[in-house]
């Protein structure tokens, strides 16, 4: 992105950004270069971060948090820094291009998706008593948050979810099982979306409400981990809900209002994760533009031969007009 575009606080918090991971969290790297340098052991038997991995996000996450840039998107109304989506898009970009990909300690621990995790938007639809028993650890870091929407058979098309929740007295009693659940197996606290109403649902008009659940009660079960292409852990999951009763007082928003509550962290982690590709292909090119002045086929650089000219050109293009 052009930064003469953006406004000069927002750059300033960029750069400031660049030489926190820089002076903080690259020291950090290097004391465990070992732990670190492989999946066999960033990852347990089980696919799960290691214990010794997940401190060391812990402590990132508190660093992060006391530099206030773990907490900077989330909203001014529950102790965030209220930073908006043009800056979103701007410095996840910005500390993607800057970072590149196999950062386990970076992203998104540094900065986390402003829908998954930390002071997610949708906390605001948590009755302000009981979100006030959570903030503070969310904020700090210490704790940390999953957002469960998408199922087997459920992902953009949000109205083919099968979990329910149904009345019981003061709880809600939710059956049902989530995939594809970013920071699910690590989680301490998750927000969970539920059928409520079948006829509203299969209207399309509703009947699906929200609910902030504590990861560690009963009937809340983490079932795996799901390992992507060509490595041996995740950081994404399955959870599966067997009984598990969640108060009332728990609920995120108004009942069989939940997609209207889900779509305020979705559309803000959109933009964030669109702007974090970007960055990495930026990141990319600049591998790619160093290793063509370096690497030589007759006699000279590939970068002089006029095909690996275009190819770079194309890439260049495509990234300036996303």
């Known amino acids: 992105m052009n930064s003469t575009l953006i406004p000069e606080e927002i750059v300033q918090i960029g750069e400031s950004l660049i030489r926190f991971v820089d002076q903080e969290i690259v020291p950090i790297e290097e004391d465990n270069k070992a732990l670190l340098a492989s999946d066999r052991t960033i990852f347990d038997e089980q696919g799960r971060f290691t214990p010794e991995v997940e401190a060391l996000k812990r402590r990132v996450r508190t660093k992060s948090a006391e530099a206030g840039f773990y907490t900077m998107f989330g909203p001014e109304e529950i102790g965030g820094g209220g930073l908006g989506p043009l800056a979103a898009v701007y410095i996840n970009g910005v500390l993607s291009a800057h970072c590149g990909p196999g950062r386990t300690l970076v992203h998104p621990v540094v900065v986390p998706s402003p829908f998954t995790n930390g002071l997610s938007p949708v906390l605001t639809s948590l009755d302000p008593q009981v979100r006030g028993l959570y903030l503070p650890a969310l904020a700090s870091g210490e704790k940390t948050l999953c957002f469960g929407l998408s199922e087997p058979d459920a992902g953009s098309d949000v109205f083919s979810i099968k979990t329910r929740a149904v009345r019981d007295g003061d709880d809600w009693v939710i059956t049902g099982t989530k995939q594809w659940i970013t920071n699910g197996p690590y989680a301490d606290y998750a927000m969970i979306f539920a059928i409520t109403d079948p006829d509203l649902f299969a209207q399309r008009k509703g009947g699906i409400t929200g609910f902030f659940v504590d990861t560690g009660w009963t009937g809340f079960d983490v079932v795996s ?3 992507i292409m060509g490595q041996l852990g995740a950081e994404i999951g399955i959870l599966a809900f067997d009984g598990l009763r969640v108060p009332d007082s728990h609920r995120l928003g108004e009942v069989h209002q ?6 305020r962290g979705v559309n803000n982690g959109r933009l964030g994760l669109s ?48």
């Open 225 to 227: 981990t799901i390992p």
């Open 275 to 322: 702007a974090t590709c970007i960055g990495l292909a930026r990141w990319a090119l600049v591998q790619a533009l160093e290793y063509a002045k370096v690497r030589k086929t007759f006699g000279q650089p590939i970068g002089e031969h006029q095909a690996v000219q275009i190819l770079l050109a194309e890439s260049a293009s495509d990234i300036y007009s996303a």
């Open 258 to 263: 939940g997609l209207k509550v889900a779509l």
